[in-house]
């Protein structure tokens, strides 16, 4: 396992060596070694999660006038790369727990101008992945999973992200995973995995035969980044069990908090991303914003998070609004977890959410 004076080393090593514009040694390594922890053919390293399900669409061949099916409970950063292929997201509401998408409303929003379904595993949750795969291979449509927060969660005994066409993934600080910011896909088909090489440089080496060539992007991942991910990777199941325990710690020290619920969380299977709960206090926006100015990072109160139908800038794209996600963001304490928050802080988060629940009332 890598230390953090060796990966300071091997730091000094790299950086002795630049600038070399045309070196790809650490990014080629940690390719493989991404594809091989995960099972899969094919690893492409880029800049960011973003970039990853940019890179993926358009390996996809999802262009303008295309639809892509999307959760509306989730981040702008999981549409955003949908409106920068130049398609439509078409947004899905959510079951009344969060938990899945409403395949009611998934059925109601086909069209035959969709391409794809991009489902998003906010929090590290990955839903029932099988039965969405049924659903689109009915449909002809491939799934690219937004699996940026859930790099160790698994659907039955494949790790989230390697059932589908192209799963994606982020290296931001934050992540399970991470390297500073940075991303990447895996894929088993071979075709795809070219045309991602080639858009994430600029169009070298050339797409497959049968792509229309285009102006690419430079999504490429630095060296230095990618030294520091291979460092991860190494101590990944670590990491991840570091994760899923602050998750636990969190939950057992809020059981019986009143009107903060720890919600259910689906055993191994769920890589404890963040802490979730579900809060039934007046107000619960509210005190998840308050809880923030305490000092307890949350999607709510700190990010201000909304289903993305409800975003300003992509209103224009919301068919009919999708009223489950609204509710359960609305009543949903995600608290944010990172690798520097030890027994100790994560016991100060508890101790802020207890006093304050229970002195909450109504505010005007």
Not at 156 to 185: H, N
Not at 186 to 213: C, E, I, M, N, V
Not at 227 to 242: G, K
Not at 281 to 308: D, I, K, Y
Request: aromatic share 6%; charged share 20%.
């Amino acid at each position: 396992m890598t230390t953090a004076l060796t990966l300071a080393e091997d730091l000094q090593r790299l950086l002795a060596t630049m600038p070399h514009p045309t070196a790809s040694a650490q990014v080629t390594a940690l390719e493989s070694e991404l594809a091989d922890r995960f099972g899969v053919r094919h690893a492409i390293a880029v800049s960011s999660g973003t970039a990853a399900l940019h890179t993926a669409l358009v390996a996809l061949g999802v262009g303008p006038g295309d639809e892509v099916l999307v959760p509306a409970l989730t981040v702008i950063m999981s549409v955003a790369p949908i409106i920068h292929a130049g398609a439509r997201p078409v947004f899905v509401d959510c079951t009344p727990d969060g938990t899945d998408v409403d395949y009611t409303d998934l059925t109601a929003k086909l069209t035959p101008a969709v391409k794809a379904v991009l489902p998003v595993h906010l929090w590290g949750r990955t839903g029932d992945l099988p039965r969405l795969r049924r659903w689109a291979d009915e449909h002809g449509l491939p799934v690219v999973e937004d699996a940026c927060q859930a790099q160790g969660s698994h659907t039955g005994d494949r790790p989230a992200g390697t059932g589908s066409m192209i799963g994606c993934f982020s290296l931001k600080d934050g992540k399970v995973l991470w390297c500073g910011e940075g991303g990447y896909l895996l894929t088993d088909h071979d075709r795809y995995a070219a045309a991602a090489r080639s858009y994430r440089s600029h169009g070298l080496p050339p797409p497959p035969p049968g792509y229309r060539r285009q102006v690419a992007h430079n999504y490429r991942l630095a060296e230095p980044l990618a030294l520091i991910a291979r460092a991860n990777l190494t101590r990944f199941d670590a990491l991840l069990a570091r994760r899923q325990q602050q998750a636990a710690l969190l939950r057992d020290l809020l059981t019986g908090t009143p009107g903060v619920q720890p919600a259910d969380a689906p055993g191994h299977l769920w890589n404890g991303y963040s802490f979730l709960a579900e809060v039934s206090v007046p107000q619960p926006r509210a005190f998840c914003e308050h809880l923030a100015g305490l000092g307890v990072p949350n999607s709510v109160g700190t990010f201000h998070l909304v289903p993305a139908d409800r975003r300003p800038e992509l209103a224009s794209s919301a068919v009919s609004p999708c009223g489950n996600a609204a509710a359960v963001l609305d009543r949903t304490l995600a608290v944010i977890l990172t690798d520097h928050d030890d027994d100790h802080r994560i016991a100060g988060y508890a101790h802020t959410i207890t006093r304050e629940a229970r002195a909450w009332c109504p505010r005007d």
